[in-house]
């Protein structure tokens, strides 16, 4: 497979080893106070936010959505979208990186870009995600055929792209649904149209009757023969409850006061014909068209639904041109419309997944995330994370009835949190930050120990167990010692502690600041002591 190369590379590929964990500062809850603790907003370069993000979101991610900026040389007002080419690679790729941590086993990844850096994105997702996982670019039309551009511009560019990478082979996108209702009871593939021709099947003629002023009749049949004639409700003199006319015929071709009759040929060895519908005949109607066609088989069209495969091209060029105060934010450059979103997000998630942008502009990813009752995660740099972000997501909450509201049957209600990045977790000496607290550091080391993403807080030194081995912290306070460094130093009053507090008979693994039981002892009793801040640091 090729790889993209470029100057600064080297550097690229380990920037986000190097980023330093930093914390995550609750400033403040919208909303229903449970409902925020699922979404989050957070102000802050999002490079440390996603390193942040690791130790509580790996592999957790169901969908990641990001519209970075497009390196197209232009300046947006929020955006420095004016990178060197080789500038906005060396950005993207840590990026890439950390995301794909955060990404679950069967989540997607989608990029929506224009085509001044979207083929080299392709080759840099390929070495991130895998060339396997590649599933498809779909093609959005985002401006108008006939829009009046400066005369200075060479080119009338319509089209953007998203490409749509999975993380796995389990991540199986949401087809759309073909719903069959109706009361027909066959289905049939028309094959030619036109006027005293049949076609056979099994030996056996199928003929399909349509008048010009009748809706097109369905006529099923099988191998015994033609069977049945169906037709939808608006000719049945309002009647739209399925129900069929029959007649039973033998070879005679007539008409009655009622409508047409059409020779039909015996079928079978029974003598009849066929059952079909006849009804008024309109002045003017044009005898004896039919349809000819081959019967698909029978099924009940009430309770069929097909998959249908996603489309590659959309035209949004009414939305795009329309979506610059949705949200009741203006935000000219860029901005995304909610109904694209909503598309994005049903083929690629269902409810209650958790949903991360990390170039969340105004905000539109979160909002439509937060009215199809999806969790999610924004990431923003600039000021208007609180600009616009916090209005507009309040304004969510409040039950706004701009986007996809309507479709969705948006009333208001939930809530989000807005974070700001803090300290980072180890200061320049290497020691744990003063504001780094036990739950904070549980996690970090969890990450470290087990690359994987805490499932709970815990509430005493016991902190998980993975493939048969259990951790402990001793970290300030965690014992009821409120002194600095009280109850970090593991003795055998401690170790026999941690006993009652997780009883466990494989390997023990203790994270503390010192330890006063010697090694031969540990090893008899199966334990592996890890002295902090030294043990942690030299790994992140």
Known sequence: MPFLDWVNKNHAVTASQAVPYHLLQLEQSFGDVQAAQDNLLIQGDNLQALKALLPFYTNKV?????????????????????LEHSQWLTMMYPRLVLLRELLADDGFFVVHLDDAESHYMKVMMDEVLGRANYHASIYIQVRYTDKTLKSAMAYHKQVEQALV???????????????????????????????????????????MFADSEYEIVKVAGNVDGLKEIWASGSILDGNSSGRFFRDYLTGRHELDGLGVLYKVPNIGDDGLGCRYFTGPKKQGATKGK??????????????????QPIENFYDLSGAFGNCRMEGDVSFRSGKK????????????????????DSFLGSGTTAAVAHKMKRRYIGIEMGEHAKTHCIPRLQKVIEGEQGGISKAVNWQGGGGFSFYTLGDAVFDANGHISASVRFHALAAYIWLLETKTATVTQPHTPFIGEHEGVAYYLLYNGILGDRRPNGGNVLTNPILAHLNTVHPHTGKKIVFGEACRIGDEKLASLDVVFKQIPYELHQRV
Do not use: W
């Open 165 to 207: 990478y999975g993380k796995s082979p389990l991540s199986k996108p949401n087809r759309p649904q073909l719903k069959l209702e109706g009361f027909e009871k066959f289905e049939y593939q028309v094959i030619e149209k036109g006027e005293g021709k049949t076609i056979e099947l099994n030996g056996k003629p199928v003929i």
């Open 62 to 82: 169901k969908c990641i959505f990001i519209d970075p900026p497009y390196n197209t040389g232009s300046a947006f007002e929020h955006y420095d979208d004016k």
């Open 337 to 356: 419309p909610e109904q694209y979103l909503n598309s994005m997000l049903e083929f690629f998630t269902s409810k209650n997944d958790l949903i991360l």
């Open 290 to 307: 039919y349809y000819q066609g081959v019967p698909l088989g029978k099924r009940d069209l009430l309770e069929q639904v097909l998959d």
